[in-house]
């Protein structure tokens, strides 16, 4: 079935380091892919996304690029701040799956000065 | 401002009671689902909808139940047959199938805890 698989965290980086979470996927066809965040006690926001083959999605800093020949979307910001430390999840959504999303265990990164 | 309200954002239930967890939207979404997320672990689905009056079970559905009478409603109910029922709940939202493209959006959250 499909899934989604992250690197394990918890990562620790200084600040202005670069960062790079590693996402693969199991699906069949072209699902979406997606990157949400995570912040302590709150509900996940949307970061990035990309729909297709060689899609480069970004915001805030961070890129991913929908990879279909090694089934992966990596996570990359170049120079990483304080104010990235949450917890990072990689997800997909393929069509005829009842709508459904499937996320990765999460990977939770912290910056320190 | 449209979005996915959820409350209470804390709930506390004694052992044995049931407890329903509201969640509510205004972006005339079809699609509505429940996560559950314990600490260090990623979400889990516990049920899902489509379609108002529909809704299919997810990997962890034992212990709770939905209703979706309502476009804008999915309220989950935490069954005193829940044997762990200590965890973050998020509610989310999504248009639908089509566009495939469409993201979901999330509540704050619900922090459960059983005394």
């Known amino acids: 079935g499909d899934s989604v698989t992250q690197m394990e965290g918890p990562v620790t980086l200084s600040e202005e380091a670069f960062l790079t979470i590693n996402c693969t996927y199991t699906?069949?066809?072209?699902?979406?892919l997606f990157w949400y965040v995570q912040y302590p006690g709150e509900g996940l926001q949307l970061l990035l996304k990309a729909t297709k083959a060689d899609d480069k999605g970004s915001n805030k800093g961070f890129e991913a690029t929908y990879r279909k020949e090694t089934t992966s979307f990596h996570l990359e910001k170049g120079s990483v701040q304080v104010s990235d430390s949450a917890v990072y999840f990689c997800?997909?959504?393929?069509?005829?799956?009842?709508?459904?999303?499937?996320f990765g265990t999460g990977t939770s990164l912290t910056v320190i000065p | 401002d449209g979005g996915i309200t959820q409350s209470p954002k804390y709930l506390f239930r004694k052992e044995g009671q049931n407890v329903t967890l509201s969640c509510e939207q205004n972006?005339?979404?079809?699609?509505m689902y429940w996560y559950r997320q314990d600490p260090g672990q990623g979400l889990r689905l516990i049920y899902y909808?489509?379609?108002?009056?529909?809704?299919q079970k997810g990997d962890i559905a034992e212990g709770y139940s939905v209703s979706r009478e309502k476009k804008e409603s999915f309220p989950l109910t935490v069954t005193s047959a829940q044997k762990n029922p200590t965890a973050f709940y998020l509610c989310?939202?999504?248009?639908?199938?089509?566009?495939?493209?469409?993201?979901?959006?999330f509540g704050q959250g619900t922090r459960l805890t059983v005394v």
């Open positions: 997800a997909l959504k393929r069509r005829n799956t009842g709508n459904q999303f499937y």
């Open positions: 699906a069949t066809g072209y699902p979406s």
């Open positions: 972006l005339n979404h079809d699609a």
């Open positions: 989310a939202s999504s248009i639908g199938q089509i566009p495939l493209v469409s993201e979901a959006f």
């Open positions: 909808s489509q379609i108002v009056n529909d809704f």
